[in-house]
């Protein structure tokens, strides 16, 4: 693939990445032509979609019933090309009847691995990053709303102990915005690296799951009581059964991992049922019913932006790995592969931004 021509990332096959060509089709009187200048590479989302293992590759979602069921063809058949939901790119032409944005803007959004798009005008204004922001602050607009869509639903109250279990891209951002909610936050992973980026962005206190039951650690420290909240973001089903041993009696549980398979190992007939635990999905398809009249995707997308901008979320250290968008396949190799010290990986398009 050469380095100018407009293309995208599709997966073919598990495991199996290419380069398609993008046609340079003309612009409508009301859309905008956006030149990408870096897209975020999820390790969750995608890499489920990279090994085959997400649902929306094997069944079909109906809208109707909201179930997966059995189907001839899935939601998502091969070539996959839905591939990326964290850009950001410059505007660099717009539609005769665009009389409100001017090329140079910049813009985030979700449009995938690919050097240009086009959008409605609508979308682009709903999403221009501030005058004067650091471009790369635009890939964390979704998985930024991922994290406070969860911290929203944990319910936080000034005060609370918040004890966050994995600390990849979304677990270090819901740490940040926890704490930012008046959270005193216990950070949880195995892994060494993660653990001191937590304690380097803000996070009260670290805990390696490895040294002993987490649950115990906390209670003792707590008089018996436990985490007023326990926020699971890995995964990662031993996590979630030790989260629901950690959270305080009749407490919450927000369970934000994306399982895949079954999630062994929970016990629900202890501490879930004695202790009367309180476990909540969040998932960025909808908000929290109660804040539903005034918060939506669209508000969660600009306000991850705007705390950015605001330095209330200090995310760019989160970025570990920035590669050119034409070595994407290699990237996503070394991301299966789980390279130690990665966190958030970002592919750039050959731009000075």
Not at 248 to 276: C, D, I, K, P, T
Not at 311 to 322: S, V, W
Request: net charge neutral; hydrophobic share 45%; glycine share 10%.
């Amino acid at each position: 693939m050469s380095a100018s021509q407009p293309s995208a990332l599709v997966l073919n096959a598990p495991r199996t990445l290419a380069f398609v060509p993008l046609e340079a089709a003309p612009l409508t009187s009301e859309q905008v032509r956006i030149r990408t200048l870096f897209s975020g590479v999820s390790a969750g989302t995608e890499l489920s979609q990279y090994r085959g293992t997400n649902p929306f590759m094997h069944r079909r979602w109906d809208e109707s019933s909201r179930l997966f069921v059995a189907a001839d063809s899935p939601s998502w058949p091969y070539p996959v090309r839905n591939l990326g939901y964290e850009e950001v790119g410059e505007i660099v032409e717009v539609g005769g009847a665009v009389d409100d944005l001017r090329v140079g803007q910049r813009v985030f959004g979700t449009w995938g691995h690919r050097t240009h798009h086009i959008a409605q005008r609508d979308f682009v204004r709903d999403r221009l990053l501030p005058v004067g922001a650091d471009a790369r602050i635009g890939i964390f607009s979704h998985i930024g709303a991922v994290a406070l869509n969860g911290v929203h639903d944990a319910g936080i109250r000034m005060g609370d102990l918040v004890a966050v279990f994995g600390l990849g891209v979304p677990g270090q951002i819901v740490a940040q915005a926890a704490r930012a909610s008046g959270a005193t936050v216990v950070g949880v992973d195995p892994v060494k690296d993660r653990r001191d980026m937590a304690i380097a962005l803000g996070a009260d206190r670290v805990l390696d799951p490895r040294e002993g039951s987490v649950a115990e650690r906390i209670k003792a420290d707590t008089g018996g009581r436990g985490a007023d909240v326990c926020i699971e973001v890995s995964g990662a089903s031993t996590a979630l059964a030790e989260a629901i041993r950690t959270v305080a009696y009749s407490s919450r549980v927000v369970a934000m991992g994306f399982f895949q398979g079954e999630a062994r190992g929970l016990q629900l007939g202890e501490e879930f049922h004695h202790n009367r635990i309180e476990l909540v999905c969040s998932q960025i398809s909808g908000v929290a019913p109660a804040a539903s009249h005034r918060w939506s995707k669209l508000r969660l997308w600009q306000t991850a932006i705007r705390l950015q901008h605001e330095g209330r979320l200090n995310l760019l250290p989160l970025i570990t790995h920035t590669v050119p968008f034409t070595e994407a396949p290699a990237l996503f190799e070394r991301i299966d592969a789980g390279e130690p010290g990665m966190l958030q990986s970002m592919l750039t398009f050959g731009t000075d931004a």
